[in-house]
């Protein structure tokens, strides 16, 4: 009966170990974020941020596009949230020929806003919310 509470008791402190480390990432967008591991993937700056209906919720499934200039993009959808993470590009990128663009059948491009940045700065992830309105 002991061993049996005991694993109850470590289980528990698991679980509430898991949701306290879990807590700092609930304040971006979305509760998402980057990891270490997401940030030193590459040496350039990663994207981020909502796709939201003009005011309204967010926008799940939304087709998210970052254009780098004179390369080519890449196509990322938002979860349920309308949350949407885009890893860094490569060092040679700089994070100003990025465009961050969004679609969703039923809807137009209303207003892309990118949150600034320090110029320079290749590390950290750069937010851009971009929202949409009904056709």
């Known amino acids: 009966m002991t061993r049996m509470t005991f694993h109850r008791v470590g289980s528990t402190v698991a679980l509430v170990a ?4 879990a ?12 990891t270490d591991e997401d940030i030193n993937a590459s040496d350039g700056p990663a994207f981020f941020g909502f ?3 003009v005011g309204g919720p967010g926008i799940a499934d939304a087709k ?7 390369r080519g993009a890449l196509v990322t959808r938002t979860d349920i949230m309308g949350v949407y993470k885009i890893p860094g590009f490569g ?9 961050i663009s ?3 059948d039923g809807y137009k491009e209303a207003n892309v806003q990118r ?3 320090a110029a320079g700065d ?11 309105q009904k056709q």
Do not use: M, W
Not at 91 to 99: A, C, E, R, S
Not at 122 to 132: A, G, H, N, R, S
């Open 18 to 21: 898991a949701l306290v480390l």
């Open 23 to 34: 807590a700092p990432s609930a304040g971006r967008a979305g509760g998402t974020g980057f």
């Open 51 to 53: 796709v939201r209906e």
């Open 64 to 70: 998210v596009t970052a254009e780098v200039k004179d």
């Open 91 to 99: 060092q040679d990128v700089n994070p100003d020929d990025v465009t």
């Open 102 to 104: 969004c679609a969703k």
């Open 115 to 117: 949150q600034p940045h």
């Open 122 to 132: 290749t590390k950290d992830p750069i937010e851009v919310e971009c929202y949409l």
